[in-house]
């Protein structure tokens, strides 16, 4: 069955979002084909696809300048459970076979079975140390961590794949979907800004170097990026809108966010000047009426006539 998808006029990375949520719903062997604009979206989409394993024939130019692009959606969990077969043990080897029918059953009618997602990550784990540098295993396997709640190994194996290849833009954005460390973001922002790519304004890379930054809560930096991307003039003109929404967006969090900082800081300021050891301690009025007894005990007899002391 072949299904239809118009994606011209949506920006990068949303094409590719809404194709593979599109794809996540249909059944292995199932076609669909997309309409894409020119340049960059059909590229970026093309290569992401690709990278997920699907069967993409190269996309084909239309009479109004848009380009198709024809996906086989592949089951790649079945892919990867029969690579892993042909290197395992004879034990191993039966153990699988013996359940093969079934898992090639569940891939055929795209049913994910929730309970073995400890399985597949094994024997994905297995066809990465077979081929430690295909892209396309590491990446189900850095989905397959995600989807298993373990995103600590999920994003350092995000980044394995930026090493291997570090335009691969996905991992970089894929990477904010667990719950990455401070340090973890900052390596992966410096190895975007090492690339020609973001030091040309590519707008793809330079949307996940963006979102880099708005993780990390440097919300100027965030926004700074794609104002020096709008003044490349590298920005097709329907995407504008759009890059400019989003630094509005960004240089609002900027504010409020130095907005606290500053109110955190002047009630800081406040509470040390109101505490402070080198204050003096509020003495009272001694004029008053309610003076310190002893100034009161102290006061001398008056002498003279009435006044004497009485003889024992």
Do not use: W
């Not at 076979?97 to 055929?108: C, D, I, M, R, Y």
């Not at 667990?178 to 790519?197: F, K, M, T, W, Y």
């Not at 304004?201 to 979102?211: A, D, F, H, N």
């Amino acid at each position: 069955m072949t299904h239809k998808l118009n994606l011209r006029s949506v920006a990068c990375p949303m094409n590719f979002v809404k194709t593979k949520l599109y794809l996540d719903k249909l059944v292995p062997g199932e076609v669909l084909e997309v309409i894409l604009d020119a340049g960059e979206p059909v590229e970026s989409v093309y290569a992401s696809i690709q990278a997920e394993g699907h069967q993409v024939d190269k996309p084909e130019i239309k009479n109004d300048g848009s380009y198709l692009l024809t996906i086989k959606k592949i089951a790649i969990s079945f892919l990867l459970f029969f690579s892993c077969l042909q290197f395992s043990s004879a034990l191993a080897q039966a153990t699988a076979l013996n359940s093969f029918p079934k898992k090639a059953a569940n891939a055929a009618a795209g049913v994910e079975d929730k309970n073995n997602v400890e399985e597949q990550i094994i024997l994905a784990k297995k066809a990465v140390l077979l081929a430690p540098t295909d892209l396309v295993k590491r990446l189900y396997l850095a989905r397959l961590l995600l989807r298993s709640g373990n995103t600590r190994e999920s994003t350092i194996e995000y980044l394995n794949i930026t090493v291997l290849n570090p335009k691969s833009f996905i991992a970089y954005h894929e990477i904010l979907l667990g719950r990455p460390s401070v340090e973890q973001i900052n390596e992966a922002i410096a190895r975007l800004n090492r690339l020609d790519e973001i030091k040309s304004k590519q707008l793809v890379g330079t949307m996940v170097l963006s979102e880099l930054y708005e993780r990390k809560e440097d919300y100027y930096q965030a926004a700074r990026v794609l104002v020096d991307l709008q003044y490349s003039h590298t920005i097709p003109q329907k995407y504008l809108a759009q890059i400019t929404s989003r630094v509005h967006v960004l240089l609002s969090k900027d504010k409020d966010s130095r907005t606290v900082e500053k109110a955190i800081e002047q009630k800081t300021n406040v509470e040390e000047a109101e505490f402070t050891p080198n204050t003096p301690v509020p003495m009272p009025d001694v004029t008053t009426t309610d003076a310190p007894a002893n100034k009161l005990r102290n006061n001398k007899a008056i002498e003279g006539y009435g006044h004497a002391q009485l003889l024992p």
